[in-house]
């Protein structure tokens, strides 16, 4: 009689959920098409790759202001979100681009009334100034930017915050958690309706403080905080293709992330913070922040959820809650995901330079063989 643990078994989330103490491994897994809660795309010859990382499977990603000079008026997203509908035009690419302004001290409550009506923008990014690549146009003092932010509370637009001091004496695997206590927690207070998505969290405090603050905080989780810690970043050789901000943590705080994204709980959700950087910018002297994962972003969470019993929760955090969370309907269509070896390459083109990505020249366990819009 053949074993039923031979059998190359399909699954569908839609159709059916596995039982916790169903152990037999999937090989296909079929789910609603994802969104990408937070992706870098940058401008120019970057567009047409990053772009055309994205459409391979996702069907809406918030797109990063950081642009140097960054997005910070509804008419410069408007422009931005041109380009970039323009450079998918050329390769039939799809995917919708959901802009986003990037805040400063001169952000007038007009400019966010106007984002707030403007159709194409969805939230309003803070980067404390110096925080992280292309942010010394960020905010310096958070008090100048009240104004801004009673504006987006009383428009119902949602702020995305890059949660980490920027002071010097602060060490540098401290600053997510100094950021909450210091600067999150009293503006939660401040602008009780404000919703907030805490972005690419890399603690375990960030993930209490999240659990404990009600409907309007949520947080993106990245692939690669869920993949490594600061022992991969660092012991036994130093690898500057793991380096990005937040910087990755001790392991305790990466298995609170793990919990978090696996748990089901609605308000933690996919976030790339793909960050493409030319190698020769992160293999010097002094190397620039960013993980690229945009090839291979849905398998590498699909290795994380699958090493962690939790397949049959992906859909959820991949395809649902960021969108619940956005008040934007489910996206259409489907990808299939089939658990299949394949290498990575060891560069991929970024304009006319080229980047590391994640994993180069290694396997990742499971590839998406399909995507149906
Ligand atoms: C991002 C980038 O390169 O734009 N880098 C990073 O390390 N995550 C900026 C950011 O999201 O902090
Ligand atoms: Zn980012």
């Not at 293999?283 to 922040?289: K, L, M, S």
Request: hydrophobic residues 45%; proline residues 6%; neutral net charge.
């Amino acid at each position: 009689m053949p074993s039923p643990y031979s059998a190359a078994r399909r699954f569908t989330v839609a159709f059916t959920f596995a039982p916790a103490s169903d152990r037999l491994p999937l090989t296909e897994l079929t789910i609603a098409r994802p969104d990408d809660w937070h992706v870098h795309l940058r401008d120019g010859a970057a567009l047409p790759h990053t772009c055309a990382d994205v459409a391979r499977c996702f069907a809406r990603a918030i797109v990063m202001p950081n642009l140097n000079p960054p997005v910070v008026t509804v008419a410069h997203a408007a422009a931005y979100r041109e380009r970039i509908l323009t450079a998918m035009h050329r390769l039939s690419l799809r995917f919708e681009p959901l802009m986003t302004l990037y805040l400063t001290d001169a952000t007038t409550a007009a400019e966010i009334q106007l984002a707030a009506s403007a159709d194409f923008v969805h939230a309003v990014k803070l980067y404390p100034a110096g925080a992280t690549t292309n942010s010394s146009a960020g905010v310096a003092r958070l008090e100048r930017i009240f104004p801004a932010l009673a504006a987006m509370e009383a428009a119902d637009l949602p702020l995305l915050i890059h949660g980490e001091v920027t002071d010097q004496d602060i060490d540098i695997f401290d600053r997510e958690r100094v950021f909450i206590d210091r600067h999150l927690a009293p503006m939660i207070q401040r602008f009780p309706r404000l919703r907030i998505v805490l972005e690419h969290i890399t603690t375990r405090e960030a993930v209490a403080f999240v659990r404990s603050a009600g409907e309007r905080v949520a947080a993106t989780i990245t692939a690669h905080h869920l993949l490594l810690n600061r022992n991969d970043m660092l012991a036994g050789g130093i690898r500057p293709h793991y380096y990005c901000l937040p910087i990755v943590k001790r392991r305790a705080h990466q298995q609170a992330l793990l919990e978090a994204a696996t748990s089901g709980h609605p308000r933690f959700f996919l976030g790339t913070d793909s960050a493409p950087h030319r190698t020769g910018n992160k293999e010097t002297r002094c190397g620039c922040a960013g993980v690229y994962t945009a090839h291979a972003a849905i398998e590498l969470y699909a290795e994380v959820f699958e090493a962690a019993g939790a397949l049959h929760r992906l859909e959820d955090f991949a395809a649902r809650f960021g969108a619940d969370f956005y008040r934007l309907p489910h996206a259409n269509g489907r990808i299939t995901l089939r658990r299949q070896r394949w290498q990575v390459a060891e560069r991929l083109p970024l304009g006319d330079d080229f980047l590391t990505p994640l994993r180069a020249g290694e396997t990742v366990a499971w590839q998406v063989v399909a995507a149906h819009a």
